[in-house]
């Protein structure tokens, strides 16, 4: 066999374990992200029915002891019990909106009252009241805390799987890992295309409708943005 001819069959060896390790690995996002695709496309077409879920609660006295921004306000500060410090003492941040995660005695008895699990994403604090949304794939959550009376709101809203599914394709409130999983996701697509690509390089010699499909594959959509959208 001449020494091209060996080149170029070691070269579309390695060319086609790329391609198959490439695609093996895409494969089930493929497939997810061309459905979802579908469903995104046809939205407004497709009809979903939320479920919403509304509970009620109120907080027990040593818990709302410490959210109480009077309270707060009123405690002693270091400069108070110091008369001879003249700097007059800060404003406390409890009264300030501000924005902090729920103190961890405070999230423990809503996860058991609530029956949804509440982790340490910041909320929004004000004289008057918590806010704490908790939105995710699919659907959103939210819990309302009163700082004077002690009452708690928590509503959640599920709209179901293909709004779940859609909302992965849009890497929307899914995270950090779900992120990093559509970086990698992403170069596995483009590896199984590159190589691909120059499989068909390869081919094309043998195969004269090899460029011209490839042509017409960028030609359709180019024609389309050109043409239909304005």
Partial sequence: MPRSNASRSAWLKTLHQWHWISSALCLIGMLLFAATGITLNHASSIEATPTVVNRQAQLPPELLAALDPDAAASAPTQAQAQPQAQAPAPTSRHTQDHKAALPTPLRDWLTNTLGRRIDDR???????????????????????????????????????????LNDLHKGRHAGVAWSWFL??????????????????????????????????????????????MH
């Fill in 183 to 228: 970086d990698l996701f992403a170069v596995a697509c483009l590896l199984f295309s590159i190589t691909g690509l120059l499989i068909l390089k390869f081919h094309a010699v043998s195969r004269p409708t090899t460029w011209p499909i490839v042509g017409l594959g960028f030609l359709i959509p180019a024609l389309l943005a050109l043409l239909f």
């Fill in 122 to 164: 910041e909320a929004e604090w004000s004289r008057d009241e918590i806010y704490l949304s908790m939105p995710r794939p699919g659907g959103d959550a939210w819990v309302r805390i009163d700082r004077g009376t002690g009452e708690v709101e928590y509503e959640d809203t599920d709209r179901g799987w293909i709004s779940y």
